[in-house]
């Protein structure tokens, strides 16, 4: 019978309500091996406070500084010697009864490398100061279920996925990518090049938390950045072919009469 612990990376985010949810979800399936493990990568004073768990289910570790969205991923390794590892973001929702159910099924029937859930955002459009996370996200990040059979290894996030403990061991986060960005864009990457599958399943959480459009601005900011380390420090992944802001960046850069107005200017 294999384990599965439900891994939540928290960062100045009250995660009572998600906590909770699965919590009643694991009670509900006394014949499945699941707990939640929640790592505090150092949040400010008052989300510490509101996050304390007294259920069995549940190993909170608190971190004293702050080390990164690809570091403390790698840091679950360290607290849970399950199977596999559910990474679900501290801000997300789940509204599907049935969401840990969905899951259990899906692992009791066939053995998995990977399996994507994946997250998906509110139809309607909030107020206009919030609203290029969302056309950002709506239109690029949230790929439903059948867009993602159809390309396995596309668009791959880190929020709602479970990964087979020894696939993580082989292929960890890189913890040289500092900030926000991309850790999510290497590990697919990696993933396909290493020819280890991804299944898919219809069973998303929801993104209700939306930043700010400085807040998004500020994060996209730093995913570029990110995204150019990639591509200087992973030539042999291509990342070039897989990314249509890295193929605009390297036409410009290839271009006479566009680098020369540039020098002029």
């Known amino acids: 019978m294999w384990t599965l612990s439900v ?9 009572r309500m998600l906590v909770n949810t699965l919590c009643a979800q694991i009670a509900a399936l006394p ?3 699941i707990d939640i493990v929640l790592i505090d990568d150092a949040s400010h004073a008052k989300y510490q406070a509101c996050n304390l768990f007294s259920s069995p289910h549940v190993l909170y570790v608190q971190l004293e500084q702050n080390i990164g969205r690809a570091r403390i991923r790698n840091a679950f390794l360290k607290h849970t010697t399950a199977d596999y590892l559910l990474f679900i973001d501290g801000d997300s929702t789940i509204q599907d009864p049935l969401f840990l159910k969905k899951y259990t099924d899906f692992l009791t029937q066939q053995p998995i490398e990977v399996l994507v859930g994946a997250s998906v955002y509110q139809s309607q459009k909030p107020d206009r100061s919030h609203r290029l996370r969302w056309s ?37 986060f890189d913890e040289r990518l500092a900030g926000y960005g991309h850790e999510d864009t290497l590990l697919g990457l990696q993933l396909a090049d290493q020819q280890i599958p991804i299944a898919h399943i219809d069973n998303p959480v929801w993104n209700l938390k939306l930043d700010n459009n400085a807040e998004f601005l500020s994060k996209t900011d730093s995913a570029l950045k990110n995204l150019l380390w990639l591509s200087e420090n992973y030539p042999t992944l291509r990342l070039f072919e897989h990314n249509r802001l890295l193929k605009l960046h390297l036409k410009l850069k290839q271009n006479v009469v566009f680098n020369f107005l540039t020098g002029l200017l």
């Open 136 to 172: 950002y996200s709506t239109q690029r990040e949230s790929l439903d279920y059948q867009r993602r059979t159809q390309q396995r290894h596309a668009g791959f996030k880190t929020n709602n996925f479970i990964i087979r403990r020894s696939v993580l061991q082989q292929i960890p």
């Open 31 to 33: 014949e499945a091996a």
């Open 7 to 15: 891994c939540i990376p928290i960062y100045n985010s009250d995660v």
